[in-house]
């Protein structure tokens, strides 16, 4: 290291240190950009999520099949779904349809196979909880049981298609 | 009084503390403890008003020899495997240097007087300095040259030679 | 504090039967640990918190505005909180230095707050060997870091412990050279002689003595820096490689104590600075002979006003610092101190005693052009600010409450 090396060294220190110091005192008195989650936003969060957001699954039980096609294709097995012949009703009924929101990754991969788009994602997205288990969804209400969907008719299925 | 209490106070932890050194079978208790013992010497400086001394005493013991000391140990490679004892006493040289060391020690306290009576508390900076640059300069240049030496000496050694 | 508690022994009979060791030694806790309360455990409390807003301003955050008004009470929260927490002590740790080490850096720390002056009067022991003092308990500091990286049993806190005390005592050197510049000008080592050896106008203080204290006073601010771990010399702590170097396995309140002690040490390193380079609480004749008309009492807030508020201008700058450059390695840490404070340092003591023989009372026109050139550079510091905030036409927030 040379003499002049030495000095140009404590020169370049001051000058770089005092042109940091410029930028980072301009940025104080720069407006923030942060958002303040969730109760100081100037709109609620949910109206500016996008469309296709995935937030926690909800079924309607209006239009559920009682396919399964969900269930089975659950990779992680959130979905459990109970069926049973009822013997009043003479029919296939559902007793039990239960999404565990805690293990759900939100892959969507349910949604996909849904012949009646009866499972889909909502905007509510705020799990935080303290136990775990109020992150289990029942559709069907306990001891009740609910007729599945049927499609209508042959040919309005048809004029559909058509 | 007490003035006493805080004596003895400091007394028994100074000797307590140079008990750990000498005695602790974990090298590096023995390290922390010297913390004690250099604190308790430089509370008996302050005893004796002389506030310079035991600023210095905190400053080069506590802050620097200390140190260094703790340093070593944490740095040579399992210092706590190494069977480390105080056990392999000499006797037949360790005796008669203690009863030398305790003769010398009676000589020197029976000589001055202790009766420091209720003197007022002064500083020492100012004599300690004039001293150093007046009447002790001679000592206080060779002592300097030599520790130079010893720095310069030092950085011989662990030099490592650059081709 | 001697002549309070000689007046607290003539008014209080209680006290006059008691021997007057006893009553100094009595004067001297109630106010030492009134000072650690009332001043220093707020004052490192709120520190953490502006520091947070203006670390989050800086980076175009708001930090944290929630508990209590704009978030000022934070400092309460994260306190309580930690006092809540489990005391965790590794099983595999020493358990007695562990438990003993964070008290080392806390005594450390306080002992030094000892000779801090705050106003001409309120000083808790004004030592005639004040600033040499400060140096030698600190160092406190360091064998408490050094024990709690070893009694912990981890290799992040070790390597911590060690770079901290390496660090530590590398730039002791440059710092007390820095001092020792001082010490020749004002021929003292108690902070309130020093303070009275300097004036209340800027151009009076020592900093603008002549261009060797000058230097000097940049010195002692980076060697401080180092000497409490504050970034750019923040290795031993190192986020990103150490984990949190020395105080990795602590948590809870002896967690806090650490911390506690790095922002009690930004007030120290700021108080030191103003003491020996910036007047300390040194307020013009006229203001004072004014004041003293008013009240008795009035001088003395006037005094630590002025010496708060240079502290604390010196206390944003080490934080504004924090946010501004990055962490130096090892290597450029050992070589900053070594290769270029040391040596400078060497410089400086010579040159102010050069100075001072040949001009013994001061040279008044090296002070003005000192000071003035000071102020140009503020000026320019202040145009290059704009010029930033015009070029990325920035949108501006000058409020600091959002």
Redesign the interface.
Known sequence: MTVTEYFTNIKDTATSIFEGMTITLSHLVRKPVTIQYPDRTPRPVKETLPDRFRGFLKVDMEICTACLACMNDCPIDCIKIVTKKDEALKERVLTQFDIDEAKCMYCGLCTEPCPTGAIHFTKEFEGATEDLSSLLFSFVPENQVIIPYKALKKEKEETVNA | MLKDLVFLGTAVFTIASAATVAFSRNILYSGFALLGTFAGAAVFFILLSSDFVAVTQVLIYVGGVLILVLFAIMLTSKIGDMNITNRSINYKIAIPLLLLFLGMLTQLMSGGSWDFGEEKFQSMVVPIGNGLLTEYLLPFEVISIALLGALVGAVVIVRREIK | MQQLADKLIQHCALLQGL?H??TY?LVEIVFGSLMLMLFVAPFAGIISWVERR?A???????GPNRVGPQGFLQWLADGVKSLLKEDIVPSSADSF?FRLAPYLVFAGMFMAFVSIPFTSRVIIAD???GI??I???T??V??GI??SG?ASNNKFS?LGG?RS??QI?SY?IPAGLAILVVVLMSGS?SLQEIIKAQGAHPWNWFIFDNPFSFCSFFILFISSLAEGNRTPFDIPEAESELVSGYSTEYSGMRFVFFYFEEWANLYLIAAVGVTLFFGGWQIPPSVREWAVGVHFVLPHILEFATFFIKAMSLVFVII??R???PRLRVDQLMAMCWQ?LIPLGFVMVLGTATWIVLFPQGVPLVRYVLFSGTLGLFGY?FY??????RY?K?????NPF?
Do not use: G, K
């Open positions: 021997p060791e006893l030694l203006v989050a301003r800086m980076m175009d955050r708001i230095l030592l005639n060997v040499f003092y140096i030698a308990v160092s406190l360091v064998i050094l024990m070893w070790l060690m005390a390496a005592i002791e080592l504004w610092i946010w501004t450059l270029y510091f290059r600010v704009v010029f930033h905030l990325t920035a949108e501006l927030q000058f959002v």
